[in-house]
């Protein structure tokens, strides 16, 4: 699944909120979620952990010593930040890395990782291949033209649960509105063309997804409407942990409201805030066994 929003808060608020808030504890980490990572950056020098003052001064529209770099950024806010792509794995993908053991969760994430990167590419090569900004004047007339990027500049958030806690695998990749153009200056991005495509790029996640599960790890993929399961998982266990689903058909149902813009208007509606938890505790409440690299499929029902 993909979901997409724009980041509607100041850049110094969006950094916070991702460096910090979402770096809570997580019981499925047994520990904290794991920093954020860059993705094409590298013209910058970043890499490794996200730190909260270099995205505040990318969201910006400013490098990371913060010189403006395009023409509405610096301190003022005029300029928007982003726009957050969040990939999600299926229910049951969920989990299978929530009771996996080590080597098992390494190669999910991996699949999921590498599933998002098919995406990004996507995205990068195709969707947004005419989408940087380039604004100039002549004569009063303001014209604005579309260029191709060098790359997309993202910075990645990946966490291991719903804020209802249940197991919900799931990647938050802000897009900045930052690109470099090939002839090396920088603009703004027009992202329009990825909300059109959302249906495309996410089914390209997933039919990766779907791929690097069933032909590299073996596991058994069935098709559930347009998206897929691991047939191993039962149905009823799926339901019993997907309060933030039901959450969200529930308040659509409320309202009559259908439709992929509905269920993230929804989804909004409903958020919570995601609490802090003793991980010893939930762990030793809901001991099981670790479902293996052999595919030993772990007994749902002690969950």
């Given at each position: 699944?993909?979901?997409?929003?724009?980041?509607?808060?100041?850049a110094?608020?969006?950094?916070?909120?991702?460096?910090?808030?979402?770096?809570?504890?997580?019981?499925?980490?047994?520990?904290?979620?794991?920093?954020?990572?860059?993705?094409?950056?590298?013209?910058?020098?970043?890499?490794?952990?996200?730190?909260?003052?270099?995205?505040?001064?990318?969201?910006?529209?400013?490098?990371?010593?913060?010189?403006k770099?395009?023409?509405?950024?610096?301190?003022?806010?005029?300029?928007?930040?982003?726009?957050?792509?969040?990939?999600?794995?299926?229910?049951?993908?969920?989990l299978?890395?929530?009771r996996?053991?080590?080597?098992?969760?390494?190669?999910i994430?991996?699949?999921?990782?590498r599933?998002?990167?098919?995406?990004?590419?996507?995205?990068?090569?195709?969707?947004?291949?005419?989408?940087?900004?380039?604004?100039?004047?002549?004569?009063?007339?303001?014209?604005?033209?579309?260029?191709?990027?060098?790359?997309?500049?993202?910075?990645?958030?990946?966490?291991?649960?719903?804020?209802e806690?249940?197991?919900?695998?799931?990647?938050?990749?802000?897009?900045?509105?930052?690109?470099?153009?090939?002839?090396?200056?920088?603009?703004g991005?027009?992202?329009?063309?990825?909300?059109?495509?959302?249906?495309?790029?996410?089914?390209?996640?997933r039919?990766?997804?779907a791929?690097?599960?069933?032909?590299?790890?073996?596991?058994?993929?069935?098709?559930?409407?347009?998206?897929f399961?691991?047939?191993?998982?039962?149905?009823?266990?799926?339901?019993?942990?997907?309060k933030?689903?039901?959450?969200?058909?529930?308040?659509?149902?409320?309202?009559?409201?259908?439709?992929?813009?509905?269920?993230e208007?929804?989804?909004?509606l409903?958020?919570?805030?995601?609490?802090?938890?003793?991980?010893?505790?939930?762990?030793?409440?809901?001991?099981?066994?670790?479902?293996?690299?052999?595919?030993q499929?772990?007994?749902?029902?002690?969950?």
């Amino acid at each position: 699944m993909l979901s997409i929003s724009a980041i509607r808060m100041s850049a110094d608020d969006a950094a916070k909120y991702y460096t910090n808030e979402f770096s809570k504890e997580d019981y499925y980490t047994k520990g904290q979620e794991p920093k954020g990572v860059w993705r094409g950056a590298d013209i910058f020098a970043l890499s490794g952990p996200i730190r909260e003052r270099d995205l505040s001064n990318l969201l910006k529209g400013c490098s990371p010593d913060g010189t403006k770099l395009v023409r509405d950024g610096g301190t003022k806010n005029v300029h928007r930040p982003g726009w957050d792509f969040t990939f999600s794995a299926p229910k049951s993908v969920s989990l299978v890395y929530a009771r996996a053991d080590d080597d098992l969760r390494s190669k999910i994430l991996d699949a999921h990782d590498r599933s998002i990167e098919a995406a990004l590419g996507h995205l990068e090569r195709y969707t947004l291949d005419q989408s940087v900004r380039r604004v100039s004047s002549e004569n009063g007339i303001r014209t604005v033209k579309r260029e191709a990027p060098r790359n997309i500049i993202a910075a990645k958030f990946q966490h291991r649960s719903s804020r209802e806690m249940d197991p919900q695998l799931h990647t938050h990749t802000l897009i900045l509105n930052l690109a470099e153009r090939l002839d090396g200056s920088f603009g703004g991005i027009d992202v329009n063309q990825g909300y059109k495509e959302a249906k495309a790029i996410g089914a390209i996640y997933r039919s990766e997804l779907a791929s690097i599960l069933e032909k590299e790890l073996g596991f058994s993929v069935e098709r559930d409407r347009e998206f897929f399961r691991l047939s191993d998982v039962p149905y009823t266990v799926e339901k019993e942990f997907s309060k933030r689903r039901m959450q969200i058909e529930e308040a659509m149902e409320k309202r009559g409201w259908q439709g992929r813009e509905a269920s993230e208007k929804a989804a909004l509606l409903t958020r919570g805030t995601k609490p802090n938890v003793d991980n010893d505790a939930l762990l030793s409440d809901r001991k099981s066994t670790r479902l293996n690299s052999s595919h030993q499929i772990i007994s749902y029902a002690v969950f």
